[in-house]
């Protein structure tokens, strides 16, 4: 079990390669299996959620290998379309393996995916929408059931711009008969390289990252190359740990578009942004003052994901920051860990409010998912002594290389085994 062992006050400087998107390549991931063939995909991110997806994958019966940023897909030996508990419980966003099994094979099973810390993740917009596509969708014992004679291409509405749920309409829309019209679909930019692959492999889509996607079928082709779009979390990660360290830090492979709202609240508190094509460079001494109030939205609004990571920035800043959470019921976990550290926040309900103070004092923490963890040591960076982050695999979930590449752009983060005292 890693802890985070964070010794804060080293300013931040150089450069820092950002890793391929989590939330493009798992997605991506399950379309291997569409259509049959052979998929070979770059800029992979060495994360555990990876490292689960392709146990599914070879669980189903294809055949998978990695190495580096590069993974191979063979999906044409697929035998199996269901996926058990053991492997669910790994991932609940493994529920986007749901139409690319059903589009492949005509029915898909697996063990239903519980909620997690955000709270309760149903499915239920995933569900209505396969239904609509026609399949018949069976709950019982704790598994989904969905299968299809034929699916058949329909127009269908999403009472939530839910990105999973977009993601599978897309995948089993790709098996349907006729056109599917998806409108009040999810417009993130994962979305939109997800297109970009299915249509690689031979479908017919356009429309993503637009709120009206059109799929109309499939003529699979029997290899398909792709290159995973950057991570624009994980940049935003990076340059809400520079704000908190303060320094001088240049991220290259983003695509700065993509998190423009992220650095247009961090140039409102004082930092200086530069973007370059495929470059971000984000300065910043002095005190910071208080973001302007962040009200997290589907994209292109500000991303719930980095929600907990600009908060972390703002627990210095001069001034009272404001937080909206609108997509997770429970997205506020860290703030606890957070005033462990001397942090001043205030939670009601969906808000919570930031008064900075002058100083922050290590102390060990827990991380209670992905970006919270996260969030803890961008924290760590600006406080006295040392901050331990105690985590139970949340942060490697989704950060590739994250106390090298801290480490590298000059920061004092290392990454230790938890012993009997820190447990
Ligand atoms: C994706 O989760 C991301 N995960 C999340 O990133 C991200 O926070 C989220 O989108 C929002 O941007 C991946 O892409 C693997 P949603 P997803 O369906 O698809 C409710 C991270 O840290 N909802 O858009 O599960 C749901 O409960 C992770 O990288 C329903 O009610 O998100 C939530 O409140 C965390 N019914 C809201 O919609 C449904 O059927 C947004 O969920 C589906 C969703």
């Known amino acids: 079990m890693p802890v985070w062992k964070v010794c804060g006050g080293n300013a931040l400087e150089g450069s820092a390669v950002v890793q391929g998107a989590k939330n493009a390549v798992l997605p991506i991931l399950a379309a291997s299996i569409v259509g049959g063939g052979v998929s070979c995909l770059d800029n992979c ?9 392709l146990e599914i994958l070879h669980y189903l019966g294809c055949s998978v290998m990695q190495n580096r940023g590069k993974i191979l897909i063979d999906s044409g030996g697929m035998s199996r379309n269901h996926i058990p508990h053991a492997l669910m419980m790994k991932m609940r966003s493994s529920v986007m393996f749901m139409g690319a099994i059903l589009a492949r094979c005509g029915e898909v099973r697996l063990s ?9 993740r149903p499915i239920d917009l995933h569900l209505k929408a396969l239904h609509e596509l026609g399949a018949e969708i069976e709950e019982s014992g704790g598994e989904v059931c969905c299968r299809a004679s034929k699916l058949k291409g ?5 009472d939530f711009p839910s990105v999973g749920a977009t993601e599978n309409v897309m ?3 790709c098996a349907a008969e006729g056109t599917t019209v998806l409108t009040n679909a999810a417009r993130e930019p994962e979305i939109v390289d997800l297109q970009n692959f299915l249509n690689a492999k031979g479908a017919k889509i356009h429309g993503a990252g637009t709120a009206e996607i059109h799929i109309t079928g499939f003529s699979p082709r029997s290899v398909t190359e792709h290159a995973v779009l950057p991570d624009r979390i994980a940049a935003a990660t990076y340059l809400c740990a520079a704000a908190s360290a303060g320094g001088d830090v240049r991220l290259e492979r983003v695509v700065p578009a993509h998190l423009n709202t992220v650095t247009d609240v ?7 942004v530069a973007e370059g094509e495929r470059e971000v460079r984000l300065r910043r001494s002095g005190r910071l003052n208080a973001a302007r109030p962040v009200v997290t939205k589907p994209y292109p609004g500000f991303p719930t994901d980095a929600q907990a990571l600009l908060m972390s920035a703002c627990l210095k800043a001069g001034g009272t920051s404001v937080f909206v959470e609108n997509i997770f019921e429970n997205r506020f976990r860290h703030v606890s860990e957070l005033r462990r550290l001397g942090a001043d926040i205030r939670v009601e309900g969906r ?3 930031v008064s900075g103070v002058a100083k922050l004092t290590g102390a060990p923490v827990s991380a209670c998912d ?9 924290a760590g960076l600006a406080a006295e002594n040392v901050t331990e982050v105690i985590d139970t695999g949340h942060v490697e979930r989704g950060y590739e290389r994250f106390a090298q590449t801290l480490s590298a752009l000059g920061a004092d983060v290392q990454r230790c085994e938890a012993t009997s005292d820190t447990e």
């Open 154 to 158: 329909t127009h269908i509405n999403l």
């Open 171 to 173: 995948l089993a829309a």
């Open 370 to 378: 992905l970006r919270g963890g996260a969030a803890l040591v961008i």
């Open 112 to 120: 239903a995916p519980g909620g997690c810390e955000l709270g309760s």
């Open 45 to 53: 991110p060495k994360l555990l959620d990876v490292d689960a997806s």
């Open 351 to 353: 808000v919570a409010m």
């Open 266 to 272: 961090l140039r409102s508190m004082g930092c200086e």
